[in-house]
């Protein structure tokens, strides 16, 4: 099925990430953004917003078993882990943000590395795909979530 393609390709952005292969993970978790969007049109599904804590769970649980490194911030304190779905999940309004986060955040990482004139450029998109998640979340839920953002 689509959507558990576009959670293979994000968590696989997150590998990619944690092993610094920034491009990589921009093009994985761009990839996931798409086939979500695709799976979403054809399905047509009107998914009532159900408040959760889940996207919370999957920064915790990941950040326990994570095997990076175990510093979670650095000294711009940029949260530098995606966070990692389970493939079980449906849930779009779980699934949405969490894909938005980990490319934003690819991008964000990807900056930092960049020699060339490319740095502003992927600055500029993972701030206005912060933005995107940031405004798609519940005002009391996903706290963990926020802040990382």
Sequence with gaps: MNTERAIQL???????????????????????MEIFQQSRHMAEQVLSRQGNDFIDQCILNHDKTSS?????MDDDFTYEHGIVLPMNTF????????LIFNCALSYQLA????????????LDKAASLYQIAYKDQDQDLNTIFKFAI
């Design 10 to 32: 994000s968590n696989q952005a997150v590998s990619f990430l944690e092993s610094k292969s920034f491009e990589e993970a921009i093009l994985s978790s761009c990839a996931a």
């Design 68 to 72: 990076s490194d175990q510093t979670i």
């Design 91 to 98: 849930d779009a309004t779980v699934i949405t943000p969490v």
């Design 111 to 122: 900056a930092r590395h960049c020699d060339d004139g490319t740095h502003q450029a992927f």
